[in-house]
């Protein structure tokens, strides 16, 4: 039971970490350095892990990973707005 | 075993993520956009999960996190370095 608790704690803090990459972007309206094809790969990578997750019944991994895939398309979607809007300007 | 592997091809692609990150920031020399919070949450989050792959003896997930942990690290020392380097010009 320890350990579970180890595991759903390091979910939680890597799922977080896109939370303060959405909040940077947000206050600077930039996110050209964020590359479109690592939040491709991670798109790509978490639908597998909920597929796995869903397979497997493994309520974590599927709740991480829903998670996850949101706010990475978040930042892709931002990343694109903002560039957009600039080139607009 | 079928299940087994779209785990693994899962942990792989979301792990090859980092790589693209890097090419990027290598080729741009600057990487000021992409959050230093994010990558901190990301190490904290993968050296528990390298802790939790050892207690429950998976390979896979030691494997994933120590790559995850070593590419992540990269991304955060790249974009310290271009930043000072950028700042002493």
Redesign the interface.
């Known amino acids: 039971m320890h350990?579970k608790i180890?595991?759903i704690?390091?979910?939680?803090?890597?799922?977080?970490?896109?939370?303060?990459?959405i909040?940077?972007?947000v206050k600077?309206k930039?996110?050209?350095?964020?590359?479109p094809?690592?939040?491709?790969?991670?798109l790509?990578?978490?639908a597998?892990?909920i597929?796995?997750g869903v397979?497997?019944k493994d309520t974590i991994i599927i709740a991480a990973n829903i998670a996850g895939f949101t706010l990475s398309l978040t930042v892709l979607c931002l990343r694109f707005k903002y560039k957009k809007r600039r080139k607009n300007q």
């Open positions: 350990w180890i595991g704690l390091a979910s939680i803090i890597v799922t977080s970490g896109f939370i303060p990459q909040i940077k972007g600077t930039r996110l050209d350095d964020v590359s094809g690592m939040y491709t790969f991670l790509f990578g978490m597998l892990w597929s796995y397979h497997i």
